[in-house]
């Protein structure tokens, strides 16, 4: 009995966190999901279309919990991994690291007005007006 209510926690414990952060681009974006391999490589700086779509991140501060999971969950890296090897990459010139927005609001406004960008927010019930939503699979 013991193992399954672990079992349980645990499995909900990932759902919560899966679900604390959305992936959003805006509604005239040709995209409507993307793999988790290519998101990685999004703001990774690894890759910068996907499906015929050109995407460019932005993000909030670490210190949102959203970015947090998405860093951990989406990205499987630790914040000080992703910012070390962003830092990196700055410094040696290779690429530019993810554009920073100050608040879920301001990522919203942002990517309604820069259709070829992709950014993270809290998870809501549904996305906001003017942005959409990616299905990541």
């Given at each position: 009995m013991k193992?399954?209510?672990i079992a349980l926690t645990v499995l909900f414990s990932q759902f919560a966190l899966?679900?604390?952060y959305m992936v959003i681009v805006s509604e005239s974006a040709g995209i409507n999901e993307i793999n988790k391999n290519d998101l990685k490589q999004v703001y990774l700086g690894q890759k910068s279309n996907v499906g015929g779509v050109s995407l460019t991140?932005?993000?909030l501060p670490t210190a949102f919990k959203a970015t947090q999971n998405f860093i951990k969950e989406g990205m499987g890296m630790s914040r000080a991994e992703f910012?070390?090897?962003?830092?990196?990459?700055e410094m040696s010139g290779q690429a530019t690291p993810p554009k920073r927005q100050t608040t879920p609001n301001d990522m919203i406004n942002f990517i309604k007005s820069n259709?070829?960008?992709?950014?993270?927010?809290?998870?809501a019930d549904k996305a906001p007006a003017g942005v959409k939503a990616l299905k990541v699979l």
């Amino acid at each position: 009995m013991k193992f399954i209510l672990i079992a349980l926690t645990v499995l909900f414990s990932q759902f919560a966190l899966a679900s604390e952060y959305m992936v959003i681009v805006s509604e005239s974006a040709g995209i409507n999901e993307i793999n988790k391999n290519d998101l990685k490589q999004v703001y990774l700086g690894q890759k910068s279309n996907v499906g015929g779509v050109s995407l460019t991140p932005s993000i909030l501060p670490t210190a949102f919990k959203a970015t947090q999971n998405f860093i951990k969950e989406g990205m499987g890296m630790s914040r000080a991994e992703f910012e070390k090897y962003w830092m990196e990459k700055e410094m040696s010139g290779q690429a530019t690291p993810p554009k920073r927005q100050t608040t879920p609001n301001d990522m919203i406004n942002f990517i309604k007005s820069n259709p070829s960008f992709i950014g993270v927010i809290p998870s809501a019930d549904k996305a906001p007006a003017g942005v959409k939503a990616l299905k990541v699979l």
